[in-house]
């Protein structure tokens, strides 16, 4: 085991691994978030999102800032040792002709996702975390009683920014589409960097990795679109 | 369709007198080429008249000249080997220009392939590679029988595909990395899937992946730029495989 993380192929699996985690907590994210949709009272959504506070979401919370961090880590190492890689640049490089634009581009991609998610971290998480209150800066939570349980109404801090704001709408709108774009071609990736893929598979996973990242950047997507055309 | 005349084309061409200089690009006009010429013969037209200006010839490699030796290399217009698929720049014809063209020739750009000359760079790097272990160790003895190992046709067309790759070093120069991993996984393939090279697979792989990164060339990102530009039409499956052996290997120790 000696040196593998250090090794270009280790550097890529541990790409692979924190990606792979990051989409599976993204499918979880996505599903409590839907039930915005699908219930206008909002109940069913402080339901979700108070399921969300157990203590093993709790721990696994850790993991996945853990996860993020390594990935953003690991994608910066990776980045400057392929620059350094190329010290004299070509004056004339067709790139668009031999790969696609995400995947020339997951570093960028990834940047932009990194700053939505700062502003959706403060947004949401800050405030329900209480750091709102204590430094006064951001906004308290209210609770609701749902079936005798006490719990933050976390539906009425969503749906008041996205109510309120067009801008904050467009924000998450393009999170969301920077998210589909960087698993176009980070979906698949991580499977062929782990060494699982062959002619047919690559085929095979190229084809679920755009109709995952469409699903996706659909999926968190309509949320933000439908409470700007006023649906939800 | 016969051949017409390009009557003039303008070279941006990459000069540098030695592996120290610094280089710039240098401006040529060609007159009266044929498409029917070769790109390669079409800068043998242009040295034959700097020859006769008393100025020094553009240095590019070059040897057989049919697109299986791996020499010429050249990154013409943005492309490695020009703007044709599956073919070396030998094989790239005028045809594939317009009259009044600019077109903008530059050498392959890695850290790992330093310029020597103009359009020459070193490629002792993918030897080095090969020397850390792209090979079949075979004790002496008489001569074995030939087909006497029986191996599968799917497996033997594998092996073949990958063995196809000639060394010119257009998957590093296209790749946005400067990644070597198409190459690598080239060589390590052919022989990870034939018995006789099976054996040492593990070995082959962290050796191999080993002397890759300490030359310093970049980490593989996915992106399928090598396999599109490769004039053999390598497919990164190959590094799929050397992603897996190399991994089970390292699991290993």
Redesign the interface.
């Known amino acids: 085991m000696s040196n593998l993380l250090t090794s270009s192929i280790g550097k890529k699996l541990v790409m692979s691994i924190s990606g792979l985690f990051l989409i599976t907590f993204l499918c979880v994210h996505l599903t409590i978030n839907l039930f915005i949709l699908f219930d206008s009272s909002g109940e069913l959504f402080n339901l979700g999102a108070h399921f969300m506070t157990n203590p093993v979401i709790k721990i696994i919370e850790y993991v996945l800032f853990a996860g993020l961090i390594v990935h953003f880590t690991w994608a910066t190492v990776l980045t400057i040792q392929n620059l350094r890689a190329r010290p004299v640049g070509y004056a004339k490089s067709k790139q668009g002709e031999n790969a696609n634009w995400a995947s020339r581009n997951m570093f960028i991609i990834g940047g932009v996702i990194l700053i939505f998610l700062i502003i959706h971290l403060y947004n949401f998480w800050w405030n329900i975390k209480g750091f709102g209150e204590l430094f006064g800066i951001g906004e308290p939570v209210s609770k609701v009683i749902i079936d005798g349980v006490e719990m933050h109404d976390t539906y009425a801090l969503v749906a008041g920014l996205l109510r309120n704001s067009v801008c904050y709408c467009i924000i998450y709108i393009i999170g969301a589409i920077f998210l589909g774009l960087h698993l176009t071609h980070g979906f698949w990736s991580a499977f062929q960097s782990i060494g699982f893929s062959n002619d047919l598979w690559r085929k095979r996973l190229e084809v679920v990795a755009y109709l995952f990242a469409v699903i996706i950047a659909l999926g968190f997507g309509i949320i933000p679109v439908s409470f700007l055309i006023g649906c939800a | 369709m016969a051949d017409t005349i390009l009557k003039e084309l303008t070279l941006?061409v990459?000069r540098q007198k030695d592996r120290k200089s610094k280089g710039k690009?240098e401006t040529y006009k060609v007159h009266n080429v044929s498409t029917g010429t070769s790109f390669l013969e079409m800068l043998d037209i242009l040295n034959e008249q700097l020859v006769s200006e008393k100025q020094e010839p553009i240095a590019f490699d070059h040897d057989c000249r049919e697109g299986i030796c791996g020499m010429c290399s050249l990154?013409i217009?943005?492309?490695a080997h020009g703007p044709d698929r599956d073919v070396t720049t030998c094989q790239l014809h005028m045809r594939r220009f317009k009259d009044g063209a600019t077109i903008?020739i530059?050498p392959w750009?890695?850290?790992?392939f330093p310029v020597i000359k103009d359009l020459i760079v070193d490629r002792k790097a993918y030897e080095k590679i090969l020397q850390a272990g792209g090979y079949v160790s075979v004790n002496t003895g008489g001569v074995p029988d030939a087909n006497a190992i029986p191996i599968p046709n799917e497996k033997a067309e594998e092996a073949m595909d990958a063995a196809a790759c000639i060394g010119c070093g257009a998957c590093v120069a296209?790749c946005?990395?400067?990644?070597a991993?198409l190459f690598v996984a080239a060589k390590v393939s052919q022989l990870a899937l034939l018995p006789q090279g099976k054996v040492e697979t593990a070995r082959r792989a962290k050796a191999m992946?080993?002397k890759?990164?300490e030359l310093?060339?970049?980490?593989?990102?996915?992106?399928?730029?090598c396999q599109?530009?490769c004039p053999k039409g390598i497919?990164?499956?190959h590094?799929?495989?050397?992603?897996?052996?190399?991994?089970?290997a390292?699991?290993k120790?």
């Open positions: 941006k990459w690009f990154f217009d943005g492309r903008t530059e750009r890695s850290g790992a296209t946005k990395n400067g990644s991993m992946v080993a890759m990164d310093g060339f970049g980490n593989c990102t996915n992106t399928g730029a599109t530009e497919s990164i499956s590094i799929a495989r050397l992603n897996r052996e190399y991994l089970l390292k699991v120790d």
